[in-house]
């Protein structure tokens, strides 16, 4: 791979069961501290921190959660780079707790993009949209004081879960959180939303349940990978 080559168009590599309207994941930032380390050091350090589907719940194995299927696709895309991928997921973890563990955890992992997985756990409470976003802002403070790129990610879509959990207040959050500079929004619950409502990856039922989980964070996966890639082309181009 040619670093600093022009980015492809969206979805470009990307499986067609996981393709989405190039609208939602095209463009969706520019990764600058990681371009560099790439070009100058031929590695990427990226550090993923979340909930459970961070940590691979309901996947069959670890190796078909989808920070370790990015590790992978990543691989692929950028082969004559280093890729490191440090999972920090627990289940449960809330916004607030992740503040702690992004001081402790994520910056001793030294990475070079951090991406940060949130919004769930509070959905599920319900709790105070007070304390969400100032949670958001003390972690991001952080990873930009770290020189580190970031990615929020939204929730997961389920249909059964929607009809009970008000997902959106913390969604706007985020999305307003991602106008800052050098941060950036995965519409992960806008791109589960379009696969179900087109027929997608949402398994159906429980005996499905597995294998459909292990579709979803290949998918999701791919789609990072894709916009990462890009998102350091973009980056490499604009040094030149």
């Not at 371009?35 to 979340?50: F, P, S």
């Not at 919004?119 to 976003?133: K, L």
Request: proline fraction near 5%; aromatic fraction near 6%.
């Amino acid at each position: 791979m040619v670093l600093g080559a022009a980015p492809a168009p969206a979805s470009e590599g990307v499986a067609p069961q996981c393709q989405v309207p190039e609208d939602l994941i095209a463009d969706i930032a520019d990764f600058p501290h990681s371009a560099r380390h790439v070009i100058e050091n031929r590695q990427l350090t990226i550090a993923t921190i979340g909930g459970a589907s961070t940590a691979g719940t309901g996947a069959s194995s670890a190796a078909a959660a989808w920070p370790a299927r990015l590790g992978e696709f990543l691989s692929q895309r950028l082969n004559s780079t280093d890729i490191k991928i440090v999972n920090l997921g627990i289940r449960g973890l809330t916004a607030r707790r992740a503040v702690g563990r992004i001081a402790r955890e994520v910056a001793a992992a030294k990475p070079d993009l951090v991406i940060w997985e949130t919004g769930t756990v509070e959905a599920v409470r319900s709790e105070d949209m007070d304390e969400f976003p100032q949670a958001l802002v003390d972690g991001m403070d952080l990873i930009v004081a770290m020189k580190a790129d970031l990615i929020l990610m939204s929730p997961q879509y389920a249909r059964e879960t929607e009809r009970m959990i008000n997902f959106q207040p913390y969604i706007d959050a985020m999305q307003q959180a991602a106008g800052l500079p050098a941060v950036n929004f995965f519409p992960r619950h806008a791109i589960m939303r379009y696969w179900a409502e087109h027929g997608g990856l949402v398994p159906a039922t429980r005996v499905e349940m597995t294998r459909g989980n292990d579709q979803i964070y290949d998918c999701i996966a791919q789609l990072l990978a894709d916009v990462i890639d890009r998102g350091l082309r973009r980056a490499a181009h604009a040094a030149k």
